[in-house]
């Protein structure tokens, strides 16, 4: 069913900013709601930000809102995740996801709504 391939992690002091991307190989990348996730060790993965397919639509985590942006290209078939004012907490591997659902609801905080998963990228965050 193609790739989703994450990029763009690595390790920043606390304040700073990195921006992550994820390409997506092989769908029809307009056709889905991506969102992006992220797993600490030793943790559960959680939601952090989803995106509707025309790119109109955004939803946050409420650990996240207003230091990090969701957005898409769908020229590029790429979603991006530009996380500022990192802090130690926000170190996890991350990872996109694509949901082939129509609706965009609070149900995309769910890892369950989606269909297809990347690999994840490292983001550590010193303090």
């Known amino acids: 069913q193609g790739q989703l391939v994450e990029s763009g992690g690595g390790l920043v002091q606390a304040g700073g900013s990195l921006r992550l991307s994820c390409a997506d190989s092989?769908?029809?990348?307009?056709?889905?709601?991506m969102g992006w996730f992220r797993q600490a060790p030793g943790k559960e993965r959680e939601f952090v930000a989803a995106i509707s397919r025309s790119g109109i639509s955004t939803y946050y985590a409420d650990s996240v809102k207003g230091r990090f942006t969701i957005s898409r290209d769908n020229a590029k078939n790429t979603v991006y995740l530009q996380m500022n004012s990192l802090k130690p907490e926000d170190t996890a591997v991350y990872y996109c996801?694509?949901?082939?659902?129509?609706?965009?609801?609070?149900?995309?905080?769910?890892?369950?709504?989606?269909?297809?998963w990347g690999q994840g990228t490292q983001v550590t965050v010193s303090s």
């Open positions: 996801a694509a949901d082939r659902g129509v609706f965009f609801s609070r149900s995309l905080a769910d890892r369950s709504t989606y269909d297809y």
């Open positions: 092989e769908r029809t990348f307009s056709n889905y709601i």
